[in-house]
């Protein structure tokens, strides 16, 4: 069964708002990793946050990692027409493969 | 220090023939993964392997599909006798320890 569930499946905003997307999974984890996809393209990675760790940032991404309720949330703040893309999470368990989710489809407009 | 590399980036194939996907890991790094991807769908994993050795096949089709990585060159995905069903994007990571993975383009597979 799939491991990551992202929520919402799609979020429109303006330029300058924040964007929150949820991400949950089922079994324990070693990290979670959130990427970006522009349409038609590859994935580029975020950010990573380690099971034991609860809050990163990274620019103006916030990641946090909540383990007892099994979600992550990713913050992208001040968002930009350029923020628009496919947002995905994926975890990883014994670092083998990534287990993704459907993915968050965000619309940024100006 | 190059990204990982895919190519080609776009191959179409009709159905009953054979698809040839490479990819060629950041230097340095010694772990590839391959995946595939729906339209409006994640990834899905499919193989990980390491220099010589296919470490999780778990997510490979029992048939048809095959992956090496062999001790020079790239990893290379293989998929005989293609059906429509396979037409998505296929995706290769690399990892230098196995953890944080790089991914590359993708391949877009189209079988008419």
């Known amino acids: 069964s799939q491991q990551g569930e992202e929520d919402p499946q799609a979020l429109s905003i303006q330029e300058g708002e924040n964007a929150t997307m949820n991400c949950s999974y089922k079994?324990?984890?070693?990290?979670l990793q959130w990427y970006r996809q522009n349409s038609g393209r590859g994935l580029v990675h975020l950010i990573l946050i380690r099971s034991n760790e609860r809050e990163k940032h990274s620019g103006r991404l916030r990641v946090t990692l909540d383990t007892s309720k099994k979600s992550s949330s990713l913050l992208i703040t001040a968002s930009r027409a350029a923020d628009t893309a496919s947002y995905f999470c994926a975890t990883s368990i014994a670092g083998t493969a990534l287990i993704f989710g459907k993915g968050t489809t965000l619309s940024v407009s100006s | 220090n190059a990204g990982v590399m895919q190519n080609p980036r776009h191959l179409v194939r009709r159905r009953g023939q054979e698809a040839r996907l490479r990819c060629s890991p950041m230097k340095g790094h010694s772990h590839v993964y391959w995946y595939r991807q729906l339209p409006e769908e994640g990834l899905k994993f499919m193989v990980y392997l390491q220099k010589e050795n296919i470490i999780d096949e778990s997510g490979m089709p029992k048939e048809r599909f095959s992956a090496e990585f062999p001790k020079e060159g790239p990893s290379i995905l293989r998929i005989q006798q293609v059906v429509r069903g396979d037409s998505a994007a296929y995706f290769c990571?690399?990892?230098?320890?196995?953890?944080?993975?790089?991914f590359g383009p993708g391949t877009r597979l189209t079988v008419t």
């Open positions: 079994t324990s984890i070693n990290n």
């Open positions: 990571a690399s990892s230098p320890k196995g953890n944080e993975q790089y």
